[in-house]
């Protein structure tokens, strides 16, 4: 019996059409009748939409100028778009006073960035001085009266910096109280659970719409004569209200997925009910629910819009009424590109940021 | 325990008698050549197992067999019809060969009975009646006919694979073919499916296995197919196979799985 | 040494103030009694306040004539109904544009998804710039937008485009013709009602042909000829006696006809474009949860790729598809509040707006509102449960 030493054979190269270019349209675009009919239909609709588009906004349209009559009138003019820029951003803030803006935010990314990256070192004490110190700064640096700051009232904030205030004080003002709902949601003592469970269950029926102008209206009547609300308290009270609702659903899937191998393990170690959820679920959970966090950050983001209809001058609200100025007329259309890509940067980002969490997370385990 | 089979009797019949052949056939899957000129063929009532390293193509091999996989070079004829993109060439195909998985992929939304009668009703036309009291015969040869009116969630494994292999033999194929069909179960099941493939081997029907189950192919094949790499490296009848392997290759493979 | 075994002692009594049954106990009379006390401050600063404000309370505000137009309703209104009608008008408004939204929706929807799944390179990535776009744009900017569009890239009413000069599309918005209905008409509805039941008898019986005798009936084919063949065979028959009102333009404005206002149409286009791309991303979630083992299993055993998707797939993806979905037609429900924003009279800005703006009473018309949509909610929610409940797959 001889023996045999196996000479592996060699790879050949596959057929043409199955590879490259070639290859892949056939099996992608062509692969049958129905397919090539199909493809041909879209590229044929795509010709004729995108360069019409691409005419008016880009090759025809007007970028230098001050005013409308620089502007061509059957193409864009983005000149609105860069003479109404700082309005866009600051709202009605007075140009003298926009450093204070313009310090919080770089002091929020200064804070925040680092934390995107696994390898950050302080991480903990980012975090905290971001949740519980940053507001404060914030605060003092926009509304002023203190440290010979004039006061600038919030009926002058708008913008993308009023946007960006809403939704990040909600989101940060609905997270405890989310957790505390979904905690509460869990409990064995009925009276708290209903309580949890009505409040929830009640808030995520109804539009935020009717939150909002509860808010608005109603919030006056309930407080004693006298004590009077600032319209921005009031809707940002509405909006972190109906957050924390959402995100006591969302947290609560995380607890949900905690195996209850876990809480039996820390009940057998003599922890306390508020000891275990400190050291042991909520942070196993609050980690397999980030990306849910930042999905539900991305629907308050686009809620902020809302704010429009009780009469804050949000991103959105800037745009629309300059629009009807009448030295403007007619660029509505300009306005709600701008603000539309703006939106759509921002929740881009954010979702391919929760997306990446998730994959990180997914592999983790 | 069946007769010794004809060993390489069996390689030589007459071509006539062949169920599948496998003409130089080559497969990649994109710029990866996984199946490299393979020549195969498959005698009636012919029992093969194949064997080999994850990542050999062993499993892609038998999937072009039914067309799950489409080769790009080569032949594959099945009992005289040939493998190509003619739909109703696959139809048929599919109808005469069988196919148990590794995962089962029983319907979890039907009963079992009503995953044993799925095919026969919709592609063989049968009659609900007909088609149910034969499946009941199938049940009882796989000793399971009293989970006939339950849902596969409620089976263990290894009672879903012979579900699983109940519903392949509910369309009478000719051929049967396995993809590691015992690699998911736990231990204790595995006899229970083994004894399954045993009883239906010693009826005559022609099988290709790819598992690691070597006991079984010492029992019962009539050629244990090695291979690697995309390519056949060594085939033999049983003992020549595992007593007096040739390649340095299938001597490096059998010595790291027959350790234990 | 025996062991002292003490028989028949009582349980001893923990101090009561670390017994858990007593400490949990305590803990929810507190916390019912900080919620009803807090409760009760509110309440009696809100009669205070609306007392000073000389504001009315109750609801006999809901039969005072409310002294004001809508333009568009499915119900006859005017400015000496009261405001309980309007309320109607309002929640019939919100339901007419909710429910063809669903609808359309449901159907833009399924298109997409099954377009992102497509083997189609081109169809796939199509459907996947549609949803990422649309999905991170606030639904009221999309609202805007169209409405802008409804309003200022349509032609002024002088130079209206016209469908045949029967369908008329200008700023104002669109003009169709107004059906007058005789007697006669109703065969052909009726035609339809017998066709469908015809298509289910038809259905029933070819179903226990096969399970007798195994030969398959082409169901879906003679379906569709019944269901469009005998209304079509009434229409022939009786003549089609309908009498329509055609918009026509005189001096600055159509009369006659119906009309589809632009804030009406704006928000229909806005909330289907928006929904359906939740949509489209549940059907594909729900196609793709299926694994690819049961396809192929269907295949071995011979099933035709139709057969595979209508036994095997779409079965086990509609478990997946059908609770989002219902979570989705809500959202379209109380997205469609937007309304508000554009001038659209629905529940919200009829009954929060108008009314609580006149008539001051603020509790009742906001409570009364989030009434309806709680409602709405739990409706949405008990289907679902029995849904659920109906189809889930039967595990050990």
Partial sequence: MTDTTHIPAPDLPPPVTSIGVIGWMRANLFSSPLNTILTLLALYILYLAIPPVLDWAVFNATFVGDSRADCSKTAACWVFIRVRFPQFMYGLYPVDERWRVNLAGILLLGAGLPLLFDAFPWKKVFSIFLLCVYPFIAFILFYGGVFGLPVIETRLWGGLFLTLVIAITSIVASMPIGIFLALGRRSELPVVRMLCIGFIEFVRAVPLITILFMSSVMLPLFLPEGVSFDKLARALIAIALFSAAYMAETVRGGLQAIPKGQYEAADSMGLTYWKTMRLIILPQALKIVIPGIVGSFIGLFKDTTLVLIIGLFDLLNIIATSAQDPNWIGMAIEGYAFAAVIFWFFCFAMSRYSMHVERKLNTGH | ????????????????????????????????????????????????????????????????????????????????????????????????????????????????????????????????AEAEEAAMKYLERVKIPEQANKYPGQLSGGQQQRVAIARSLCMNPKIMMFDEPTSTLDPEMIKEVLDVMIELAETGMTMIVVTHEMGFATAVAHRVIFMDGGEIIEQNAPEEFFNNPRSDRTKLFLSQILRH | ???????????????????????????????????????????????VNLQKRGIASGFAFLNTTSGFDIVMTLIPYSAT??????????????????????????????????????????????????????????????????????????????????????????????????????????????????????????????????????????????????????????????????????????????????????????????????????????????????????????????????????????????????????????????????AVAIGYIDLVSVFTGTTLNQTGQAVECILITMLVYLTISLLISLFMNWYNKRTALVER
């Fill in chain 3, 1 to 47: 040494m025996a062991v002292d075994t003490k028989q028949g002692a009582a349980l001893t009594r923990p101090p009561i103030w670390t017994d858990a049954r007593f400490r949990a106990i305590l803990i929810q009379v507190v916390v019912l009694t900080l919620v009803v006390a807090g409760v009760a401050y509110i309440a009696n600063n809100t009669i």
């Fill in chain 3, 81 to 338: 109904s009261t405001y309980g009608r309007a309320f109607w008008v309002g929640l019939l408004n919100t339901l007419l544009v909710s429910g063809l939204s669903i609808v359309l929706c449901t159907i833009l929807g399924f298109i997409i998804g099954i377009m992102r799944l497509s083997s189609n390179w081109l169809l796939a990535k199509l459907a996947e710039a549609y949803i990422e776009i649309i999905r991170n744009i606030p639904l009221l900017l999309q609202i805007l937008f169209w409405y802008f569009v409804t309003i200022n890239v349509m032609p002024g009413v002088r130079q209206s485009w016209s469908l045949g000069d029967i369908i008329f599309l200008n700023q104002r918005g669109v003009y169709i013709p107004n059906p007058t209905v005789e007697p006669a008409f109703w065969f052909i509805p009726a035609a339809l009602v017998l066709g469908i039941v015809a298509t289910i008898a038809i259905a029933r019986w070819a179903k226990k042909r096969q399970e007798l005798t195994g030969e398959q009936f082409p169901t879906l084919w003679a379906g569709l000829g019944l269901i469009i063949g005998l209304p079509a065979l009434a229409t022939i028959i009786t003549g089609f006696p309908v009498v329509w009102d055609i918009p026509q333009l005189k001096g600055f404005n159509f009369r006659g006809g119906l009309v589809m206002l632009p804030e009406f149409s704006a928000l229909l286009i806005a909330l289907t474009l928006y929904h359906a791309n939740y949509l489209a991303e549940i059907v594909r979630a729900g196609i793709q949860s299926v694994g690819k083992g049961q396809k192929e299993a269907a295949a071995a055993i011979g099933l035709k790729p139709g057969w595979v998707m209508r036994l095997v797939v779409i079965p086990q993806a509609m478990r997946v598809i059908i609770p989002p979905q219902t979570s989705i037609y809500l959202n379209v429900v109380k997205n469609s509040s937007l």
């Fill in chain 2, 1 to 128: 325990m069946t007769e010794a089979p004809a060993s390489n009797a069996a390689l030589e019949a007459p071509a006539d008698d062949a169920m599948i052949q496998m003409i130089g056939v080559h497969k990649w899957y994109g710029h990866f050549h996984v199946l490299k000129d393979i020549n195969l063929t498959v005698h009636r009532s012919e029992r093969i197992v194949i064997c080999g390293p994850s990542g050999s193509g062993k499993s892609t091999l038998i999937r072009c067999i039914n067309r799950l996989e489409e080769h790009q070079r080569g032949q594959i004829i099945v009992d005289g019809i040939e493998l190509t993109h003619d739909l109703k060439n696959i139809g048929e195909v599919r109808k005469e060969v069988g196919m148990v998985f590794q995962h089962f992929n029983l319907f979890p939304h039907l009963t079992v009975l009503e995953n044993l009668t799925l095919a026969p009703i919709w592609v063989r036309k049968q009659p609900k």
